[in-house]
């Protein structure tokens, strides 16, 4: 973990968190624990918000009702940091989509490898929801979230024919490691390839991150970075925790993101690890509860 004492920041201004496997199972509402302790941080005029690999969409936009809460989030960091919405003054950064040229030139090369593998992939952001090798649960698990694929399975043109944020890879982790390793061979100096679920890959441009996503949010909201809290677990969530006051790390997140963090929740994310550590370190020490 990261080595930057054992004291808590005092005055949260601003708490973010990672959805899928930190605040909730994958589609999941959010644990008790979790709903209670953001009602009471709201109550107290702490900010509110995500940090997701997610499109910021209108599903998002009502996390809040979704959730129960009672109140709509104050801010959101989408795209691993190229999407940033600030509630309260409704302004919207979007970082630059890929080309069409740079999709079809890593699909293209990629492609044996995705081919002889059948590894799933598909486009994300910018309305491209094209698709290939997208079969079993994950598109059952699609259907019943209400996302519809376009199936691009063979068609490398037809599958980059508009543009979009990201490419996400899911397959078995030995394949995902070559992945990984092929593609950063030949574009990891503009690139980068990060794991967000274990067996899923993203690639995106150079310089989006979740960290700088919620600097942005940050600036303009007039919060200063050391008095915001971030969650995560996985490999896209290292940057949040390390560019915030104070990191935590779920404690059935990945070994590698433990090392970005300050601190490990009790509990696990079924569990409402997020709630139970902003109860236990925060909210009953300052008699908030």
Known sequence: MNERGNVMIENIEAVAADIDMTLTSKGGLLPEPTRKAFQI???HGVMIGLATGREIEEKLHHAGEIWNLGFELDFIVGMNGGMVYN???GSMYAAELM???????????LMPMIVKHRI???????????????????????KRHGFVFVDKTGDADGFCDRRAYKFLFRSD????????????ARFGENYQIIETFPG????MHQGIDKGSGL??????????????????????DNTLLQVSGWGVCLKDGSEGTKRFADALTDYDCKEGGVGHYLID???????MI
Do not use: C, W
């Open 41 to 43: 941080l709201h109550e």
């Open 87 to 89: 509630r309260h003054t």
């Open 99 to 109: 080309t069409i040229a740079e999709m079809k030139e890593i699909l293209n090369y």
């Open 120 to 142: 799933s992939i598909n486009a994300e952001g910018g309305g491209n929801q094209n698709a290939m090798y997208i079969q079993g649960e994950l598109l059952e698990s699609a």
């Open 173 to 184: 982790p030995e394949y995902g490691q070559e992945l990984r390793d092929a593609f950063l």
């Open 200 to 203: 899923t890959v993203e690639i």
């Open 215 to 236: 600097k942005r949010y940050a600036e303009e909201a007039d919060i200063d970075m050391k008095n915001i809290i971030s969650f995560g677990d996985n490999e896209n």
């Open 281 to 287: 370190h925060y909210l009953q020490p300052n008699h």
